[in-house]
């Protein structure tokens, strides 16, 4: 599979997974725990090409597009949190000072503070998940399965969501992904992602008013 593919793979769990939490469907909830991981390891592969050269265009899209994702996404999930582009928002201005610095442990570990603190959706994990994708390499390394299976149970435990321990899983489908497949995106593809979580969560938002 080709990383568009792979995104478009994770947009359509996140779906199943937004569309079981209307419905109260468990099991479609279950699936669409694989979608969050997927999305932090595209994240993870344009930090790795991009990194900080484009930093200030993908902090100003993710705040942008977040911003008019909260409110819909608040009706969404009946409650306060803010969204999944939000915690990107703040993992991606963590890697960008953590760059600039010789102390990245401690700003690694304040931004999963500020990420916990802020409310963001998956809280912390929001900024482990991409750093631990950073790493993986085709099958992952023993150190690395160690890592991620601990901080997939560590969440799990302090999230009090004991069907987010799926999530574990979804290295096995990173490993599909075949460099050989790669093909320059277009504008389209590059911003589609932007533009539809905003509107379908807007979509979903209203049917949940009107059930």
């Given amino acids: 599979m080709s990383q568009n593919q792979i995104k478009y793979l994770a947009t359509l769990l996140m779906?199943?997974?937004?569309?079981?939490?209307?419905?109260?469907?468990?099991?479609?909830?279950l699936i669409g725990r694989?979608?969050?991981?997927?999305?932090?390891?595209?994240?993870?592969?344009n930090w790795?090409?991009?990194?900080?050269?484009t930093a200030n265009g993908l902090i100003g899209r993710l705040l942008f597009f977040g911003i008019i994702?909260?409110?819909?996404?608040?009706?969404?999930?009946?409650?306060?949190?803010?969204?999944?582009?939000?915690?990107?928002?703040?993992?991606?201005?963590?890697?960008?000072?953590?760059?600039?610095?010789?102390?990245?442990?401690m700003l690694l570990l304040s931004g999963?503070?500020?990420?916990?603190?802020?409310?963001?959706?998956?809280?912390?994990?929001?900024?482990?998940?991409?750093?631990?994708?950073?790493?993986?390499?085709?099958?992952?390394?023993?150190?690395?399965?160690?890592?991620w299976a601990t901080a997939n149970i560590a969440y799990t435990i302090t999230s009090g969501y004991f069907i987010q321990i799926l999530a574990i899983f979804t290295p096995l489908i990173v490993m599909y992904h075949n460099p050989a497949k790669e093909k320059k995106p277009g504008k389209v593809e590059k911003k589609f992602f932007y533009y539809f979580y905003p509107i379908h969560l807007a979509g979903l938002a209203t049917m949940r008013t009107l059930l």
């Avoid at 569309?19 to 469907?25: A, S």
């Avoid at 694989?34 to 592969?45: G, K, M, T």
């Avoid at 999963?112 to 409310?119: I, S």
């Fill in 15 to 29: 779906i199943i997974d937004h569309i079981g939490l209307l419905l109260e469907i468990n099991e479609l909830r």
């Fill in 34 to 45: 694989l979608s969050f991981p997927l999305f932090c390891w595209i994240l993870a592969r």
């Fill in 69 to 105: 994702s909260q409110f819909p996404y608040i009706l969404l999930v009946n409650r306060i949190e803010l969204n999944v582009l939000l915690s990107f928002l703040v993992c991606v201005l963590t890697f960008n000072e953590i760059h600039k610095t010789n102390k990245k442990l």
């Fill in 48 to 53: 790795e090409r991009r990194g900080e050269k």
């Fill in 112 to 147: 999963m503070a500020a990420a916990q603190f802020l409310n963001v959706s998956y809280g912390w994990f929001a900024v482990a998940c991409p750093l631990l994708m950073l790493s993986f390499k085709r099958c992952g390394s023993k150190g690395w399965w160690f890592c």
